[in-house]
């Protein structure tokens, strides 16, 4: 079946610094979303990738969708105590039947320091 | 409602017990899933309702775990004879589905129920 990872598993930053997480599905994908999980939350929707190598920002994140539509990856510019949380990318393939189904990835949780 | 609701939000139960999880998705809205979250972990799918089709039921770990959608709307996730590893916070979710077009919408998650098999 689908499997999505992520990388790293864990990220501790400085205030300030930037932030990365990549996502690799093992199969190609229609769309990519990613939920920002704070601690102690539930999973709140980012945004959406549909296009071959799509970028969009929303402030300091930066999404991109990769050319083969099998990997993304988010960048966070100049962290900040609020970008604490846990980071999912989640992608369904409603071409081969599954809908809107989503299968998530393995997360990447970023702490912030001061 | 204005977001997705759960019930309870919290569940202590003794092994071998069964229990029902309650879920109210956002009005209007086609689609829901259902998905357990262990501590520190990531989300496994567990089952995902369109419509009036068939549910996908592909995630459900064993057949201890059923669940069902009445009237397209309220859906109930049972546990029978629950076991220590059925403890995690179950999170449902709903979108519009296929309302939405044909690149699939983002899911609104409620507040999850935390079970606690002791």
């Known amino acids: 079946g689908q499997q999505v990872m992520q990388i790293p598993q864990y990220q501790h930053v400085q205030e300030g610094e930037d932030f990365t997480t990549y996502c690799n599905s093992s199969?190609?994908?229609?769309?990519i979303q990613w939920y920002k999980q704070r601690p102690g939350g539930h999973p709140v929707f980012l945004i959406q990738l549909v296009k071959s190598g799509e970028v969009k920002k929303q402030k300091r994140l930066t999404f991109q969708f990769g050319e083969a539509k099998k990997n993304s990856s988010l960048h966070i510019t100049a962290t900040q105590t609020t970008d604490v949380g846990t980071y999912f990318c989640a992608g369904s393939n409603i071409l081969t039947g599954g809908g809107n189904k989503l299968t998530f990835g393995t997360g990447t949780q970023l702490k912030v320091e001061l | 409602g204005a977001g997705v609701s759960q019930s309870p939000s919290n569940k202590v139960t003794e092994k071998g017990k069964d229990v029902e999880l309650r879920c109210d998705p956002i009005s209007g809205h086609t689609a829901l899933y259902w998905y357990r979250q262990s501590l520190g972990q990531g989300l496994e799918f567990l089952i995902y309702f369109q419509g009036n089709s068939a549910p996908d039921k592909s995630g459900l770990p064993s057949d201890r775990f059923s669940a069902e959608r009445t009237g397209g709307s309220v859906s109930t996730l049972t546990i029978q004879r629950t076991q220590q590893e059925d403890s995690a916070v179950y999170l449902c979710?709903?979108?519009?589905?296929f309302g939405a077009g044909e690149f699939g919408d983002e899911q609104f998650f409620g507040p999850g129920t935390r079970l606690t098999v002791l």
């Open positions: 199969t190609t994908l229609s769309n």
């Open positions: 979710a709903s979108s519009l589905g």
